[in-house]
C-alpha cells in the first residue's frame, strides 16, 4: 500500500497500516472501567532543573503515575513561558500574514518527510474510515530536526526517518520576506524544546526505574517533528457538548507515534482525549503549562505499561485555535527491544526489537492522505 493521491508515494508495509488500524479500533472500542480517568494531572517540573536527587525522584514518581495511567500530564515551571507565547503569536502571523501563493510554494505535497505547509482539509488521521475520510479543518506547518537548529550542534550523524543522510533542503521554510523574523523565532522555539525534551528523558528514566542518564547516548541527533497548526472558529459554537454532530473535526481521534509529545496551546480549548471507560476529558489550556502525552512508540517499548491515550480537536469555541507539537523521538537509527525494567513475569516481553524511525514512518504512511498525526 502507499500513501496517497495528493501526497508523494512512500512505502508503507501492509503489517504497519493494519496495525495501526487495529490498534485505533480497539482503543476506541474499549470500554473498561479499571483505568477510567476524568482529569489530567498537572506536574510542576522546576524543582528538578536545580534541586537535589530527591527533587527528581519525587517528580518521576508523579511522572510514573501519570504515564501509567492517564498518558497525559502538563508540566509547569519548566521556564519556557515567553518563548512559548512568543511562537504562538508567530504561528498566527504565518496563517493569518503569508501570502497563499508563498505558502503554495512550500506546499506539503512537494515534501518526501511530510514537511511544509498543509492547507485546511488536506489530510486525514483516519485510519479506519479509508474510502471516505472526514477531512480535517486543521491547517497546519510542518518542520522537522536539523543540526543548525539544534543548541548542541548535534553530532553528525543524524538520519531521516528511513534511516536517510539529511538533505539540507528537507525542510521547507516560508521566505524571509514572506514573513520576517520566523525561521529566527522557529529555530529558538525548536532549539528550546529540544533541550526540554533531553530534560524530560532523565526523568522519565528515572520514572521507569532506569538509571537517570539512561536514555542520553539515544538523543544525540533525535528525531522531532514539530507543527504549527491553526484550527478554524467553529461555526456552531456548543461548549459543553462533547458529541460531535454540527461539528468539525478539526484533527480525527488518533494516538502520537513516536517517544512522547509535547504541546503548546493557545488560551482556546478544543484538545480532547479519551478515557477507556469512552468519555473524552477536555485538556483545557493551562496558565503556563506545557501539554506532554506519551506517544506508541513509547509504549511499545515500554511494553504497554506507559499509555499512549487516543485524543482529538474540536474546536467548539468561536475562536480560532492555535497549537505547536512537537513530536520526540530517540534517534531514528536506534534500534531497542523492551526496557528491562517494563519486563517482569506477569508482563513478558511482548514486542519485538524495532527502529525507532522505521515505525514512525510506517505509521505515518498508513494515514489517510499519508498526512501527519
Ligand atoms: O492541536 C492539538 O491540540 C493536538 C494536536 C495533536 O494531537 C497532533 O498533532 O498530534
Ligand atoms: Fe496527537
Request: charged fraction near 20%; glycine fraction near 6%; proline fraction near 6%.
Amino acid at each position: 500500500m502507499t500513501a496517497s493521491v495528493d501526497s508523494p508515494a512512500m512505502d508503507v508495509t501492509d503489517d504497519s497500516a493494519l496495525e495501526a488500524r487495529k490498534y485505533l479500533a480497539s482503543r476506541l472500542a474499549t470500554k473498561s472501567t479499571e483505568t477510567s480517568f476524568r482529569s489530567i494531572p498537572v506536574i510542576d517540573v522546576q524543582s528538578s532543573f536545580s534541586g537535589t536527587n530527591e527533587d527528581r525522584q519525587a517528580i518521576a514518581k508523579q511522572i510514573h503515575e501519570a504515564c501509567t495511567t492517564v498518558g497525559f500530564f502538563y508540566i509547569t515551571g519548566h521556564g519556557m513561558e515567553e518563548t512559548c507565547n512568543a511562537t504562538l503569536k508567530l504561528a498566527k502571523r504565518f496563517f493569518n500574514e503569508v501570502p497563499e501563493s508563498s505558502k503554495e510554494a512550500i506546499h506539503i505535497k512537494t515534501s518526501k518527510y511530510f514537511r511544509g505547509w498543509e492547507p485546511a482539509s488536506f489530510s486525514s488521521v483516519d485510519v479506519l474510515e479509508t474510502k471516505n475520510p472526514a477531512k480535517e479543518t486543521k491547517e497546519a506547518f510542518n518542520w522537522g530536526y536539523e543540526a543548525g537548529l539544534d543548541p548542541t550542534g548535534g553530532d553528525g550523524k543524524y538520519v531521516e526517518l528511513d534511516g536517510a543522510v539529511p538533505d539540507s533542503k528537507a525542510n521547507l521554510w516560508p521566505s524571509e520576506d514572506a514573513i520576517p523574523g520566523f525561521y529566527q523565532g522557529i529555530s529558538e522555539y525548536y532549539g528550546s524544546t529540544l533541550q526540554l525534551c533531553r530534560h524530560l528523558c532523565r526523568l522519565f528514566a528515572l520514572s521507569l526505574d532506569l538509571p537517570e542518564f539512561f536514555f542520553n547516548p539515544m538523543i544525540t541527533h533525535p528525531g522531532g517533528i514539530a507543527r504549527l497548526i491553526k484550527y478554524k472558529a467553529s461555526e456552531n459554537p456548543q461548549p459543553l457538548s462533547f458529541s460531535i454532530e454540527d461539528q468539525e473535526i478539526g484533527l480525527g481521534a488518533h494516538s502520537d507515534y513516536e517517544c512522547f509529545t509535547l504541546l503548546l496551546q493557545d488560551s482556546v480549548p478544543g484538545l480532547e482525549i479519551l478515557s477507556p471507560d469512552g468519555h473524552w476529558i477536555s485538556a483545557t489550556p493551562i496558565q503556563g503549562g506545557i501539554v506532554v502525552n506519551v506517544a506508541d512508540f513509547l509504549m511499545r517499548w515500554t511494553n504497554g505499561v506507559y499509555k499512549s491515550t487516543v485524543h482529538r480537536v474540536i474546536n467548539r469555541t468561536a475562536e480560532e485555535r492555535y497549537s505547536i507539537p512537537l513530536f520526540f523521538s530517540i534517534n531514528y537509527d536506534e534500534k531497542v527491544e523492551t526496557l528491562p525494567s517494563c519486563i517482569s513475569e506477569d508482563n513478558p516481553a511482548k514486542f519485538p526489537p524495532i527502529t525507532a524511525g522505521k515505525y514512525v514512518l510506517d505509521r505515518l504512511a498508513a494515514t489517510v492522505l499519508g498526512g501527519y498525526q
